[in-house]
């Protein structure tokens, strides 16, 4: 469904109504498929470390941010969110994620964008993308000339004392513990739909052929997927990181591993930032493990 040449396609209800500004879509929010490939293709260099060769040494500046950050209960702003201190959301950040989600998920995308995702909305959703994009004109304003980031990418290095990607990533029992916290939290829960295609499908559910009529919308049940006991065995609800060491089944470790891999989408729409994530995750769970 999700494959490349897959005759399904986006939703407008669940990606248009992302847009953040009326009439003008980002990568996630396009439904022509071409200008989605077209655009996923442009922001893939920026992404990939092969294109993007500062990606590493950049993120690493960052992870020492956020190492001293979560040791400090600091943020990268200049001065402390004072959430901790207060034990309060002083911010709004967290309600903002809260009810902007449910705006864009239970409401139809007219008032969806009224309530939450217009930068001038009345929850703080869409403000904290105003934000977001202030940090990003202000970041364009400067030079980047010696500088590099996902905006600039250049030669320009800087070493840290983070662990390397490519050392995390061959430290089998950390990456171990990882994936099954993905498995046992997925980071992202929410059911980016597809749109059947208008002449309907008919697929193969527990052996049984189905018909989906066409125009219908079909979703990834994230948690089930990593909570299926077929796949993960009895014990899907324990945190059992061994599971993924022990497994002598060849083909049942790759079925295992590409049910996880499912927690960034399959295809055409598989996150671009995927690479950058587990990136993340493994210099940061060793660096404060
Ligand atoms: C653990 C962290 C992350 C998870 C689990 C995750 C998961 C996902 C999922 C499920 C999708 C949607 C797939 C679909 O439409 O069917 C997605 C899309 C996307 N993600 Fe991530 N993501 C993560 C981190 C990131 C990061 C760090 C970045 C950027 C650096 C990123 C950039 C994107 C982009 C740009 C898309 C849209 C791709 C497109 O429109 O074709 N993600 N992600």
Known sequence: MRAARSPYTRTKRFNQSTRLWQGKDHVFSLLSEEEHLARRARMAAGCSGKENLSLESSID?????????IRSNNVGFGKPF?????DRDLNDYLEAEETGLAVLLQWPTPPAKVMGLSEKGLVSFGRMFATARELVHDRLKRDTSGKSDMFAPSFA???GGIISDAEARNLTYMQAV?????????PVTTTIGKRVPDRGDTVVINGKLVFLPGGVNDSQATLAVQHNKRVFGEDVADFRQERWLLEKDERKLAEMNRANELNFGYGRYQCLG?????????KTVFEVG
Do not use: F, N
Request: net charge positive; no cysteine.
């Open 178 to 186: 990882i994936k099954e916290g993905m498995r046992v939290h997925p």
């Open 157 to 159: 290095t800087r070493g």
């Open 274 to 282: 995927k690479s950058i994530a587990m990136m993340e995750i493994g």
């Open 61 to 69: 500046v960052h992870i020492e941010e956020r190492i001293a950050l």
């Open 82 to 86: 004072g959430d901790v201190k207060a």
